[in-house]
């Protein structure tokens, strides 16, 4: 049913009884209810409806791991659901704000205010923009309460706020809408609203530098091509998957552009830098030999294999795969697995080889998806044992058979 809640429109003004004590209290006691049930009881409050209950309480619910600081501070108040997916992590906003610093930066594109809160912690003055009025009071509400007084905030369009201003910035942060006119979501560059290459020009008359967050589903050689000015690549992953794309631009960039890989983990951060390149050298091959190493996603979406194998100095079991190999163990950027046995993919031989009831599958370069092989081999997902069903040098179907190791045993 949240789903069919109204989002938030562009000439709604904030709900100012939404903060009375009664109203917050009732969302705190009700974070753990059924909030279908909760919506057909209607709303206790006079001045505030369910559906902007039911807002607060599905909002309180979804920061508690993605922003835990907006979840645990009083008095915040959340957006619509749509806008809070769309919005940046703490992980993610982090990061990106340990990429930048100056005195005055401007968040063409601020949404919920995620980013222009962290990037406050490196700046004098933030400037937040928001074309939606009541998400654009949101934001300002919530900067008060978390006492980030440095951060402006302008309701309207972030461009034209730009055109008008005397100011130059150090640097101009932007993250284009990725929503056509029906709610799909887009990724190609032309398709976002708005549209940075159109505005490159403008952007570096009026700052130094400039940060683009765009979907991570864009090729990079598409990004390159169109953002011109590229300095760097920053491709972010939290817990296996690619959540940003961040493009540094810089208009005496160099023709050599970074490209960093950073894959945030509960415990630890894997980062992978090279330069980009869309020719890839050539990689060594190998068979199985004492260690495998699977990329992790971060990795995968630069597409840098050959760098990679020379800086960790491992070898491909076939250019295809994407799996690594090496004698000995290696720091990678990934997952990494000591090998048992390597068997020659055949059903009926498989069936009395692997005696397992439980093991974690994995297909790389292989005909048949994990689903598929657990059925027929009747595996449930689950256990110690991790097999890989992938296609060797010799171009011959394999399951390598292994153990996860520890990212930080041994070293």
Partial sequence: MLKDLPGISKKKSLNKALLNKEVQDFILKNRSSNLSKLILKGSPFKDVSIQELAVQIAGLNKSKSKLPIWNLTKNILFPANINLEQTSSEKTAKYKASLVEGKRLIDLTGGFGIDAYFFAEKFNEVIHCELNMELSELAEHNFRVLKAPNVKTNQGDGIEYLKNSEKHFDWIYLDPSRRNDSGGRVFQLSDCTPNPAEYMDLFFEKADHILIKTSPLLDLKAGINELKYVSEIHIVAVNQEVKELLWILNKNSSEKIKVKTIHLQKTITQNFETNFSDSQSDISLSLPLNYLYEPNPAIMKSG????????????????????????????????????????????????????????????????????????????????????????????????????????????
């Fill in 304 to 411: 840098m294999f050959g760098e990679l194998a020379r800086q960790t100095d491992s070898d491909v079991l076939h250019s295809n795969s994407h799996l690594f190999t090496s004698k000995e163990l290696k720091i990678f950027p990934g997952r990494r697995f000591e090998i048992l046995d390597v068997l020659p993919y055949h059903k009926k031989h498989l069936k009395q080889r692997l005696t397992l009831k439980k093991a974690n599958i994995t297909t790389r370069n292989f005909p048949k998806t994990a689903t598929e092989i657990r059925k027929e081999l009747k595996i449930e997902d689950g256990g110690d044992c991790y097999l890989f069903f992938t296609t060797n040098l010799n171009d011959k179907k394999i399951v390598v058979v292994c153990k996860k190791i520890s990212y930080l045993k041994g070293f």
